[in-house]
């Protein structure tokens, strides 16, 4: 049974880096039918998908955040990462990490595996 | 931009059938995936691309799709069925990743 679960600060400060670490236990992160993701929920909305990335390296990212989004995989760890910069208040939420699978139909198989969520504030 | 739209509540009592749509707005429509969200839980994936139920989620749950629009029933609604239900899908590329606003569904 493939587990998720993120780690990282809970309290950042407006205009630094959020970094968070989603540790998967359960199988391996260089699985071929895995695309590891990022998505948040801030307080009071719906869910925002901020990217995804395949051990391989290929990462695809929200339009919406721009360039301020980076993922990357450590395979010896079995860890994939997430880094935001120039947070603001508006990038506070409650972070997931989640795997999305790759069906053998060839097509995505929805993302049925999530960590439990770690709330991250941007303030002062 | 690729939208997905869902009304923002449905009420049904325990028993009923309680039908929350999904609809895209840009063609060709790709599969949508429906998760379940309650409080303090992390998201279930309750369905994939349209119609299909991941193994352990109870028969209840279905999805069907219709030109732009994929809908979730949930048939004999339990009191344990209450939760925010969102769709999902991809855009034409299959590169890009959206959720629907979010529909809350509320047992009477």
């Known amino acids: 049974q493939l587990q998720l679960q993120e780690s990282g600060p809970g309290l950042v400060k407006p205009s630094e880096t959020l970094s968070l670490t989603c540790t998967v236990s359960g199988g391996s992160i260089s699985s071929t039918i895995s695309y590891w993701a990022w998505i948040r929920q801030p307080p009071g909305k719906g869910l925002e998908w901020i990217g995804n990335?395949?051990?391989?390296?290929?990462?695809y990212n929200n339009p919406s955040l721009k360039s301020r989004v980076t993922i990357s995989v450590d395979m010896s760890k079995n860890q994939f990462s997430l880094k935001l910069d120039s947070v603001s208040a508006a990038d506070t939420a409650l972070y997931y990490c989640?795997?999305?699978?790759?069906?053998?139909?060839?097509?995505?198989?929805?993302?049925?595996?999530w960590g439990q969520g770690t709330l991250v504030t941007v303030s002062s | 931009s690729f939208e997905l739209t869902q009304p923002p509540s449905v009420s049904v009592s325990p028993g009923q059938t309680a039908r929350i749509t999904c609809s895209a707005d840009e063609l060709p429509k790709q599969f949508v995936y429906w998760y379940q969200r309650k409080p303090g839980q992390a998201p279930i994936l309750m369905i994939y691309k349209d119609n299909e139920r991941p193994s352990g989620i109870p028969e209840r749950f279905s999805g069907s799709s219709s030109g732009t629009t994929v809908t979730l029933t949930i048939s004999g609604v339990q009191a344990e069925d209450e939760a925010n239900y969102y769709c999902?899908?991809?855009?034409?590329?299959?590169?890009?990743?959206?959720f629907g606003g979010g529909t809350k569904l509320t047992v009477l």
């Open positions: 990335i395949y051990y391989r390296g290929a990462t």
């Open positions: 989640a795997r999305l699978r790759w069906d053998s139909s060839g097509w995505y198989g929805g993302f049925d595996y």
């Open positions: 999902q899908s991809v855009d034409t590329s299959g590169t890009y990743v959206l």
